[in-house]
């Protein structure tokens, strides 16, 4: 079945850095690619949509500037969370749908955030 | 607004035990709805329904759609430890692809 990476799994920062996330799909193209957010003990809420070679369609209120979103090819993505702080801490899932698939879409790993 | 509402929050069962899941949904372009498993990463496909009436299998687990009632439930038999987990439903806008998560059931199989 399709794969879908991210890189790192796990990131430990401090309050203030930014944290950039890869989301990579490995055996498809993704014109467009979904970015998580799920916290202990709640579901997976939807922050934005990433398109291939133009910006991002974020959902209400998540902070374009804060959470920066670049498409760079076919196969990656990447979210880059600035100036994180604590209450940024998070379990963070892309997914990507198979272009010309089903619709069905395949999730990455996801990268755990603890923002110190 | 999309929404996805999921029942029971949790459920703690023995092994053997048959559960069924249920999740209600509302959304304005419907394009499919989903059923995950999360364990401690990120969710695991199972199912895709597009249609009513048609149930999917796969080894123990099984669901169906019910696209008038606008419901869909997800039935798992002879339940096993390992069937430890969350289950998600989510549903499939035809706008963009998004998907709506509901907040999951969180099931418990004790030996």
């Known amino acids: 079945g399709a794969v879908v990476s991210q890189h790192p799994s796990r990131v430990i920062c401090k309050s203030g850095t930014s944290v950039k996330i890869e989301c990579r799909s490995l055996d498809f193209q993704a014109t467009t690619m979904f970015w998580y957010r799920q916290f202990p003990k709640q579901s997976l809420m939807l922050m934005a949509t990433s398109n291939e070679g133009s910006k991002a369609t974020y959902e209400q209120g998540v902070e374009k500037d804060k959470f920066l979103i670049n498409h760079a090819s076919l196969t990656l993505s990447t979210l880059t969370v600035t100036s994180a702080h604590p209450e940024d801490s998070s379990f963070y899932i892309c997914s990507a749908p198979q272009a010309g698939g089903p619709g069905t879409q395949y999730f990455g790993p996801g990268t755990r955030l603890l923002v110190l | 607004e999309d929404k996805v509402v999921q029942s029971p929050l949790s459920l703690v069962v023995h092994e053997g035990d048959t559960v069924t899941l249920n999740c209600s949904y509302e959304?304005?372009?419907?394009?499919?709805l989903l059923w995950y498993k999360q364990e401690k990463k990120a969710p695991t496909f199972l199912f895709m329904l597009t249609s009513s009436g048609i149930e999917k299998k796969s080894g123990r687990l099984s669901s169906i759609l019910d696209k008038k009632e606008l419901f869909s439930i997800l039935n798992i038999t002879a339940t096993q430890t390992g069937d430890s987990a969350v289950y998600l439903c989510a549903v499939e806008n035809t706008n963009a692809g998004k998907s709506t998560f509901g907040d999951g059931t969180t099931l418990t199989v004790k030996p």
């Open positions: 959304v304005t372009n419907f394009r499919s």
